[in-house]
């Protein structure tokens, strides 16, 4: 069974946490994880925005009777449902 050799292991080990420290502090990489930051804020306001839209036009067209101009395969029920008033045993 081949030995671990400390001393080796120890001064690599060293040596890539010198190495991650200096990529983690490069001026680009900063740069660009407060980009990614600001853009990662911008995406969870832009999607509750779209989550409150879609949720108001919902609540929209629950209130109105069926579109005279949309293709029905069966005729609506009046006023439109949710969810179904029947369970299956």
């Known amino acids: 069974m081949a030995r671990i050799n400390i001393n080796e292991f120890s001064a690599q080990a060293g040596g890539l946490a010198s190495r991650a420290n200096q990529v983690r502090t490069d001026p680009a990489v900063v740069k660009a994880a407060q980009d990614a930051w600001v ?7 832009s ?18 009777g069926p579109n005279a101009t949309a293709y029905q395969a069966y005729s609506a029920p009046d006023p439109i449902q949710d969810r179904p008033t029947v369970v299956a045993p």
Do not use: F
């Open 47 to 64: 999607c509750a925005v779209l989550a409150r839209e879609a949720n108001a036009a919902w609540q929209r067209t629950r209130a109105s």
């Open 39 to 45: 853009d990662l804020k911008d995406a969870r306001s």
